[in-house]
């Protein structure tokens, strides 16, 4: 009973004297904006300005031309191209487990590894109007049969998570 007590005591006082939570206690969000930024060569918001795809010996790319608006970490280029596995060549589409699909227009947050995203789709969330970051991974299994997740983050939040992270 004793030790408890002295625990919640321990606790209460480092919350007065202003010291944060560790590490472990952020949530899994939060933690996968860190790991995702410390990885990451370059952490930027921007719009999808153009989509081309792209054969090499090794298999179909879409490569999105995205003009940068908000740049988190990394070089200042403000435009950048985007390799992502996978694509559309004529009536075959291409994808990857876990791809996703960059489309003109879009706006998105993207971390990244030279022209690549960091962890592949997991280095990509769509922009929303109402200031929501929005994954979606799409989950592909040996039957052909699609399956779409969907996360939403606040935006707000996920930049100041990348702005301590870059401190």
């Not at 010291?19 to 904006?33: G, H, M, V």
């Not at 298999?59 to 559309?88: H, M, S």
């Not at 590894?113 to 789709?121: K, P, V």
């Given at each position: 009973?004793?030790?408890?007590?002295?625990?919640l005591?321990?606790?209460?006082?480092?919350?007065?004297?202003?010291?944060?939570?560790?590490?472990?206690a952020?949530?899994p969000?939060?933690?996968?904006?860190l790991?995702?930024?410390?990885?990451?060569?370059?952490?930027?918001?921007?719009?999808?300005?153009?989509?081309?795809i792209?054969?090499?010996?090794?298999?179909?790319?879409t490569?999105?031309t995205?003009?940068?608006?908000?740049?988190?970490?990394?070089d200042?280029?403000?435009?950048?191209?985007?390799?992502?596995p996978?694509?559309k060549?004529g009536?075959?589409?291409?994808?990857?487990?876990?791809?996703?699909?960059?489309?003109?227009?879009q706006?998105?947050?993207?971390?990244?590894?030279?022209?690549r995203?960091?962890?592949?789709?997991e280095?990509a969330?769509?922009?929303?109007?109402?200031?929501?970051?929005v994954?979606?991974?799409?989950?592909?299994?040996?039957?052909?049969h699609?399956?779409?997740?969907?996360?939403e983050?606040?935006?707000?939040?996920?930049r100041?998570?990348?702005a301590?992270?870059?401190?």
């Amino acid at each position: 009973m004793f030790r408890i007590l002295s625990i919640l005591l321990a606790l209460n006082f480092a919350a007065v004297c202003g010291f944060s939570a560790p590490a472990w206690a952020a949530s899994p969000e939060k933690q996968e904006i860190l790991r995702l930024t410390r990885l990451s060569d370059r952490v930027a918001v921007g719009e999808v300005i153009h989509v081309r795809i792209e054969v090499t010996p090794v298999g179909v790319y879409t490569v999105a031309t995205l003009l940068l608006n908000e740049i988190f970490k990394g070089d200042r280029t403000p435009v950048i191209e985007v390799r992502l596995p996978g694509g559309k060549l004529g009536d075959r589409t291409f994808r990857s487990p876990g791809g996703l699909r960059l489309e003109e227009k879009q706006r998105v947050l993207v971390f990244l590894s030279g022209d690549r995203l960091t962890g592949s789709a997991e280095g990509a969330f769509y922009l929303d109007a109402d200031g929501r970051a929005v994954r979606n991974h799409i989950a592909l299994y040996n039957q052909g049969h699609e399956e779409l997740n969907r996360y939403e983050w606040k935006l707000g939040d996920i930049r100041k998570w990348i702005a301590k992270a870059t401190r």
